[in-house]
Structure formats: structure tokens, C-alpha cells
């Protein structure tokens, strides 16, 4: 099965149907589904891969939260989901988490479609409202205006029923979601993101920085991409977004001029000058060392032992005549 997005017919109502759930994710089924993707990228070799997954979590009246989730398998026709690995992966679960039930599943789209109501209706038997998490990795931009906004490229729907002109249709409600995390995840996410324990504390230092950099980068393209199409006429205005924008940038300070530069210089030798006596002073230790273990390697054996200088006599000869 390839991506879900191919038929055009809204199946998510609009933003003025809202949803009493209150919903919590933690950041294990983030991690989980971004990995999940990530690799499907990997061995599939495709941009567009079909990825599904069962969530995880606990359920108290219309108080949810998605705690952990697992991988999920299909039939050989792509459209069918495999009932008996789901049964199995849920019970093994199930044994070690006896707390968690199953609520609902994951999947890669830009949007809900009919195709996905065709394969929610399939987990049905295992839970009767299950929830739909959607990972969105095409960074869109989203309007100030948009109350259920959300700082992660994930939505949540809930299944309803819409009746209209004396038919109905399984719809979804989105639904507004908020980041929970308990003591212990914030411990594991916080190791995960300096690199997992491996390398030194500078390299989770400089990982650290590259994935700010990175995040600041794709940020600009968004803005920058909103105002060209506002420009263009492809976009509507914004007049309160703008605004900050135009702020933003008044507040920047003016990088070309030669003090800036001669100082922007200054700084980048000496960070240079610094590194480069770091990786002297390591290489000084470390021949040091060298020539620590050489001379304890080729010390003589009386260097070692200086009483044996002292006893009379060769190898081999008899007792020593002391009168």
C-alpha cells in the first residue's frame, strides 16, 4: 500500500466541531513513530512510505494518554491488517504492561482520507472508539489564528458519526493534544538527545548545537516561504503574523559592518587557537604515557628488584664462605 492521500473527499470536520478528549502523548510514541519512518524510508528506499502502528495507553472517562505504541504488520494485499500479529504483539504487551490497552493507531498522511476510515474500521474489535495519530513530516505553515496549533508535526482525530441530508459517514474530530512527561522520560530523552552516552561531552555539545542550528534553519525556510507567497498572492495575510516578522527582523542587528566582522574574526581564531591546544595537550598525555609504559617495559630486572644487587656470589656457585 502506498500513501493514503490520493483521494481528495475531506473526511475531517472543520476546526468549529471541537472534541471533548482530553488527550496526553509522551515522547516515547513520538520517538517510536519518527523511527518507525525513518527506517521504513531506509529499507524501502521511497520518500512516501505506508507505516501503521498500534498505540498504547491508558483511558479514564474522556481523559486519555498515549504512552507507548508497537509496530503492525498487513496482508499481502496491503489493505488488510494482520488480526493475528496485532492479537499477539498486544498480548505480549499486555504481559509486561498490564495497565496499557490498546486505543488506537498511527500512520504517515498529510491528511485523513477515505482510504483511512476504510482502515480504522478494522481495529473497531479491539477498541471501540479508536483514536488516529498522523505524523505530518511536510512542514506546512500554520496560521496564529489556528487555536489547535500544535509545535509537532503530529495530529490526533477522534471517529465520529456526521449526519447529512438523512445519510451518514464516519468522520474525524481533531483533536488538541498536549506533551506529558514523567520524570524518568525526561531523564531518557534528555540522554538520547546528547547521543545516547557515546563520544565525549563536547561531541553532545556540538550535536546539540547542530540540531539548533538545524531547527532554526528550517524555521527561516517556513517564514521565509510564507512571505513569498503572500507576496505571489498563493497566501492569505496575516497582518498580526507579519507584524512579528517585521519586528523580528527590526530587532536583528546590523552584521555588515567592519567591527562586526573584525570582531566576528577575532572570536573565530580564538576558538580555533583553543581547539588546537585542546588536541595538543591530548596528544602531549597521550605520548606521555607511551614513554611511561616503554620504560616500565624494558627496565632491567635488578631496576626492578634493587635487592638482588646485593647478594654475593654468581649463578650456580656455592654458599658464600663468610669466615
Known amino acids: 500500500m502506498s ?20 488527550l496526553s502523548l509522551h515522547p516515547l510514541p513520538i520517538l517510536n513513530v519518527s523511527e518507525h519512518l525513518t527506517r521504513r524510508k531506509l529499507q524501502t528506499n521511497s520518500k512516501d512510505p505506508f507505516v501503521l502502528g498500534a498505540l498504547l495507553g491508558t483511558q479514564n472517562g474522556r481523559e486519555v494518554e498515549i504512552v507507548n505504541t508497537f509496530e503492525l504488520a498487513v496482508e499481502e494485499d496491503g489493505e488488510s491488517v494482520d488480526h493475528a500479529f496485532l492479537i499477539s504483539r498486544r498480548d505480549q504487551y499486555k504481559q509486561v504492561f498490564p495497565s496499557l490497552e490498546f486505543i488506537g493507531w498511527y500512520t504517515v498522511a498529510l491528511r485523513p482520507t477515505p482510504k483511512h476510515i476504510a482502515l480504522h474500521e478494522q481495529f473497531t474489535n479491539y477498541c471501540s472508539t479508536p483514536l488516529l495519530l ?22 490526533a482525530f477522534e471517529p465520529s458519526i456526521e449526519i447529512k441530508e438523512r445519510t451518514s459517514r464516519s468522520v474525524f474530530i481533531e483533536v488538541p493534544y498536549k506533551v506529558e512527561t514523567g520524570e524518568a522520560e525526561r531523564i531518557a530523552v534528555d540522554w538520547t538527545a546528547k547521543g545516547g552516552g557515546s563520544g565525549t561531552s563536547l561531541d553532545s555539545h556540538l550535536q546539540t548545537q547542530r540540531s539548533a542550528v ?39 542587528p546590523a552584521t555588515e559592518n567592519k567591527a562586526f566582522r573584525q570582531e566576528f574574526n577575532t572570536e573565530y581564531e580564538d576558538v580555533q587557537l583553543t581547539a588546537f591546544l585542546s588536541s595538543l595537550t591530548k596528544s602531549s598525555n597521550i605520548l606521555n604515557d607511551l614513554v611511561d609504559k616503554h620504560i616500565v617495559l624494558t627496565a632491567s630486572r635488578d631496576d626492578r628488584n634493587p635487592r638482588r644487587r646485593n647478594v654475593p656470589g654468581r649463578q650456580g656457585s656455592s654458599a658464600v664462605d663468610w669466615h
Do not use: C
Request: cysteine-free.
Open 3 to 22: 500513501a493514503m492521500e490520493t483521494d481528495d473527499t475531506s473526511v475531517v470536520l472543520s476546526s468549529s466541531t471541537t472534541s471533548g478528549l482530553s
Open 134 to 155: 498522523v505524523l505530518q513530516p511536510t512542514l506546512a505553515f500554520v496560521s496564529s489564528a489556528d487555536v489547535n496549533a500544535q509545535t509537532l508535526p503530529f495530529k
Open 214 to 252: 538545524k531547527m532554526l534553519h528550517e524555521r527561516i525556510l517556513v517564514l521565509v516561504k510564507y512571505v513569498t507567497d503572500v507576496i505571489a498572492g498563493q497566501a492569505s495575510k496575516d497582518h498580526a503574523t507579519l507584524r512579528a516578522l517585521a519586528a523580528l527582523v527590526a530587532s536583528l
